[in-house]
């Protein structure tokens, strides 16, 4: 079974600065997705970023990158120039690509300092 | 983009008494949704995919009969907490997958209150 690994329960940046959330999974698949959900107080689902386990090239979407590691399944979510609207919970996630299902971690509350 | 309707947003309701909550996927057909729970400061814990035109796959530990998943079109998904209890009080949230390996479009949840 597919297991996603969330070592930090809580996280903490200031204002403009850089923080990594970590995340590892397990899996004896090798076509997967890897995903970070933001969860903000309102509770809605958002999707932050995705990676295709088959790409080598780490995904980026302006501020938010990730560090796709496969052999040691780890997938980092790096977010630059941390804005206060940064502040969620952030959620880790593993799908097959033949599936639809979704694995999620455990969460990393973050918290933005101004 | 492709919404998921998601209502009622909050209920409250008496123990005994039974809640329905429907997830609609707006501008496409899903042939599968899912149901998740989550507790305050916890994860999303799948309960059951609900499967249009057949019974849905329930995970393990979740009561079948307690929540009835019934999937009436390609476009809704509904779920019915049966006998409430204060213990099943918790946040429920559906999901559909759009088209082909696009990610999850999630509902935007309904927090349940059970007094």
């Known amino acids: 079974a597919q297991t996603v690994t969330q070592s930090q329960p809580e996280m903490s940046v200031q204002e403009a600065e850089t923080v990594t959330l970590s995340c590892t999974y397990d899996?004896?698949?090798?076509?997967?997705?890897l995903f970070w959900y933001k969860q903000p107080p309102s509770r809605q689902m958002i999707l932050v970023i995705r990676q295709e386990a088959y790409k080598q090239q780490n995904a980026t979407e302006n501020r938010f990158s990730v560090n796709f590691q496969k052999a040691a399944k780890s997938f980092s979510l790096k977010i630059s120039d941390s804005q206060l609207g940064d502040a969620a919970m952030y959620f880790c996630a593993y799908k097959l690509t033949s599936g639809s299902r979704l694995t999620f971690g455990e969460g990393t509350q973050l918290t933005v300092n101004p | 983009g492709a919404v998921v309707s998601q209502h009622p947003s909050r209920v409250i309701c008496k123990s005994g008494t039974s809640v329905k909550i429907e997830c609609r996927s707006l501008?496409?057909?899903?042939?599968?949704m899912f149901w998740y729970r989550q507790f305050p400061k916890q994860s999303l814990m799948l309960m059951a995919t609900?499967?249009?035109?057949?019974?849905?796959?329930?995970e393990q530990g979740v009561e079948k009969d307690k929540f009835l998943i019934n999937h009436a079109s390609l476009t809704l998904s509904t779920l019915t907490v049966t006998s409430a209890h204060p213990e099943d009080s918790s946040f429920y949230i559906c999901?559909?997958?759009?088209?082909?390996?696009?990610?999850?479009?999630f509902g935007n949840g309904t927090r349940l209150t059970v007094t």
């Open positions: 899996t004896s698949e090798s076509d997967y997705y």
């Open positions: 999901s559909a997958p759009g088209q082909y390996n696009s990610p999850l479009h």
């Open positions: 609900s499967n249009e035109g057949s019974k849905a796959t329930y």
């Open positions: 501008d496409f057909q899903a042939t599968t």
